[in-house]
């Protein structure tokens, strides 16, 4: 154990079920809202002024935020693009892996049934020499990480 070194944060990829794995829509800049929240409920007890006792109530998970380089034709775009100009919703399940330097996952997170609710374009700059990015945003029910 005197020669561990934890994980780079860098190293990762996003899977899509229903898109190629290996593909463009798998390659993002940045993912953040892998938490979860336990919430709890505060009930006095009668007689008891010193404190509250603190009940776990559910599970709260924020939404999942993905930042990559534009890309013009994805598949991935389409799919965001049918949810929020049609408003037709499929439902999909996610992996986002920690990888190792053999490109060997070590830790996954499966998200299970994402829909996007957001899709953003950084602004455009003339005086700006940088890449256009893309933000995708989605709610899911919840995760489960995998070793």
Request: aromatic share 14%; charged share 25%.
């Amino acid at each position: 154990m005197g020669n561990y070194y934890p994980p780079v944060g860098f190293h990762f990829t996003v899977e899509f079920a229903g898109f190629d794995s290996k593909g463009i829509d798998s390659q993002f800049q940045s993912v953040s809202g892998l938490t979860v929240t336990l919430e709890t409920e505060e009930i006095a007890e009668g007689g008891e002024n010193r404190f509250k006792h603190k009940f776990p109530v559910k599970t709260k998970y924020p939404n999942l935020v993905l930042k990559r380089g534009m890309i013009v034709n994805s598949d991935l775009i389409k799919w965001c693009k049918d949810a929020m100009e049609n408003f037709e919703f499929e439902l999909k399940d996610l992996t986002i892996k920690l990888l190792n330097e053999e490109h060997e996952p070590l830790k996954t997170w499966n998200i299970v049934r994402a829909f996007p609710v957001k899709w953003a374009v950084d602004d455009f700059n003339a005086q700006e020499s940088k890449l256009v990015l893309e933000t995708l945003e989605l709610s899911y029910q919840y995760f489960k990480t995998i070793n």
